[in-house]
């Protein structure tokens, strides 16, 4: 196996251009890891927007445009895989920061979109959405003694399941999640829910004459 290390960073326009350069043209690559993000446990009344606007250049534009480079690649090469690293906030969005929470809602809801895409075109796309896991994220963040809590997960073992769910098909991974039927349940009628929209008037609960 060849590995060529490709020093980035994905807040800066160059340094993102560079990445999305051989994403398109190196047909060795089959495989895109959207796995950086910075995260905050701040709340609006103590955080900074600069610092809450460089989180979604990372966590949303950043993704975004990786994913845009590689997919066309990916679907010209007629195969490939793309794994969006969201976050269990995604859906229990009210355990952090709200623009970090807001942030993994739009990787959760973009993979989505993708699998509607790509599914037929040999693309394949998971979404992980980890809970409290063991790294630097935490002292990053704002809250290191997370990092030993005992409810925090070995990055290790996040990992392996994540991979676990990919050779298994999983479309979303969610390691933290013992009852993978909470998850089968809530994504059915969130799907059922969203047919029900198709309606040209107001509910009669507005009372919209």
């Not at 994220?137 to 399941?161: H, N």
């Not at 309606?199 to 609960?205: C, F, G, I, Q, T």
């Given at each position: 196996m060849q590995v060529t290390a490709?020093?980035?960073?994905?807040?800066?326009?160059?340094?993102?251009?560079?990445v999305e350069a051989v994403l398109r043209s190196d047909p060795s690559i089959t495989m895109l890891v959207n796995n950086a993000g910075v995260g905050s446990v701040a709340s609006i009344l103590q955080a900074d927007v600069d610092k809450m606007e460089?989180?979604?250049?990372?966590?949303?534009?950043?993704?975004?445009?990786?994913?845009?480079?590689?997919?066309?690649?990916?679907?010209?090469?007629?195969?490939?895989?793309i794994i969006n690293i969201s976050s269990a906030?995604?859906?229990?969005v009210e355990n952090l920061n709200g623009v970090y929470s807001a942030s993994k809602s739009y990787v959760?809801?973009?993979?989505?979109?993708?699998?509607?895409?790509?599914a037929e075109k040999g693309v394949r796309i998971q979404?992980?959405?980890p809970a409290a896991t063991a790294t630097e994220f935490w002292d990053v963040a704002g809250y290191a003694p997370q990092k030993t809590s005992d409810t925090t997960m070995r990055a290790e073992d996040l990992v392996d399941a994540a991979l676990a769910g990919f050779d298994a098909g999983e479309l979303v991974t969610i390691p933290a999640l013992h009852e993978a039927e909470a998850w089968t349940r809530w994504e059915q009628?969130?799907?059922?829910?969203?047919?029900?929209f198709r309606n040209p008037k107001p509910a009669p609960r507005y009372h919209v004459a």
């Amino acid at each position: 196996m060849q590995v060529t290390a490709l020093a980035a960073d994905l807040s800066d326009s160059a340094g993102m251009a560079k990445v999305e350069a051989v994403l398109r043209s190196d047909p060795s690559i089959t495989m895109l890891v959207n796995n950086a993000g910075v995260g905050s446990v701040a709340s609006i009344l103590q955080a900074d927007v600069d610092k809450m606007e460089a989180m979604i250049d990372v966590n949303i534009t950043a993704l975004t445009r990786l994913t845009y480079a590689a997919a066309p690649a990916f679907v010209a090469r007629g195969k490939g895989a793309i794994i969006n690293i969201s976050s269990a906030v995604a859906i229990a969005v009210e355990n952090l920061n709200g623009v970090y929470s807001a942030s993994k809602s739009y990787v959760l809801s973009f993979g989505h979109s993708l699998q509607k895409d790509l599914a037929e075109k040999g693309v394949r796309i998971q979404t992980v959405l980890p809970a409290a896991t063991a790294t630097e994220f935490w002292d990053v963040a704002g809250y290191a003694p997370q990092k030993t809590s005992d409810t925090t997960m070995r990055a290790e073992d996040l990992v392996d399941a994540a991979l676990a769910g990919f050779d298994a098909g999983e479309l979303v991974t969610i390691p933290a999640l013992h009852e993978a039927e909470a998850w089968t349940r809530w994504e059915q009628e969130r799907r059922e829910m969203g047919a029900k929209f198709r309606n040209p008037k107001p509910a009669p609960r507005y009372h919209v004459a």
